[in-house]
């Protein structure tokens, strides 16, 4: 399928700091079953193109940066404006030249080391429990992937994509002056209708040891019309050793160093996820605190001075990232705004919210 979408955000900065970012319509909210990880591949041997520009880009100070996400697999650059300025065309032109692919001895080193990033995920017992459950409860694998998808991707089909990232659907300028000019034609692999629920994926198999897991997800995503409410008010319950949720779980009973939470993107939505790691022998005291914190009248554990001391904190960090634009070149890139609906957040909306989006009955249960 020929396709032809551009975007140009080009932000100003007098700071003499800069980002540059091009970005590709490739990720896993575009992958069939069987395909599963090989936008993230692709990624890996798309950065090799740039290989003969880093002791330049060293010699600058300017940073590179590959990565994939739900639906962007990103190339950037950042820092001095005047060093930015300096490669970002070079470094444009190699990335989306079609004749600067990789030979099969190339592709089959990239596949062993992201065969090798994905045993490594899931041998940790933490990183590989939380993607467990996003595919567990949502039918839902992220960027890693699976295995066998990547596994089995051969060196053709990866010529075939790699010619995809002639067009970048996306160009993020920020205190740099780059021509942005692009050309070419493009493709977009067709981006599936994900239907969540709970039907059997694969699961991998991670260390257990001597903790488990316990913590809630939410049984519904979050609208992305709600995403940056919902994460603020998940970091007024849950951030910073001075959190109600952080006291009952460490400050009050001491049943874990750390409680964690998180938002993340999934086609559609957001998934919230709640969690603690604790020892099994305490693990029905955790799963007793979640239980008792999430049911009743939650407004008791968000005082109006909690919110106004979160609301500010946010509030700072907007001002920062005005005063230094180019660290937003991810979020503009992602299109995501963690300020959305936020900034005219009364303590009453959030109560409401709050009781609306956090109740009990809203999430399961999980414990591994």
Known sequence: MVYFRFMLVDLKSSLGLGYFGLGFDFGSDY?????????????HLISKKVNPMLSRMKRLGVEYDFYTSRDKVVASLTGLSRAVEE????????????????????????????????????NEQLLGVVLNTLRRHYSYFNPIGLSEDVGKFSY???????????????????????????????????????????YEVRLEEVPTGKRVFVGLVRKERVSESKRARVEFLLSCLNDGIESPLNQEIRGKRGLSYFSGGFTSPISG???VTLFAMTGKREKSKLREVY??????????????????????SLMVEREKSEILPFTRGTEIMLGEDPYFGVVNFSY?????????????????????
Not at 31 to 43: A, K, M
């Open 87 to 122: 490669v970002a065309i070079e470094f444009r032109d190699r990335v989306v030249d079609g004749s600067l692919l990789w030979d099969v001895e190339e592709f089959e080193n990239e596949k062993r080391t992201v065969l090798q990033e994905y045993e490594n995920c899931f």
């Open 291 to 312: 239980r008792e914190f999430f049911s009743g009248d939650l407004s008791r554990h968000l005082s109006r001075e909690r919110f106004l001391d979160c609301y500010s």
């Open 31 to 43: 992958e069939r079953p069987g395909t599963y990880g090989v936008s993230h591949l692709i990624e």
């Open 348 to 368: 009453e909306d959030a109560i409401e919210m709050l009781t609306e989006e956090f109740s009990y009955d809203k999430f399961e249960r999980i414990e591994y």
């Open 156 to 198: 053709e089909e990866s010529i075939f994509l790699g010619r995809g990232f002639s067009l970048p659907s996306k160009v993020v300028t920020i205190g740099v002056d780059v021509p942005t000019v692009v050309s070419g034609e493009s493709f977009k692999m067709k981006q599936p209708s994900h239907k969540f629920g709970k």
């Open 269 to 271: 939505g957001s998934v």
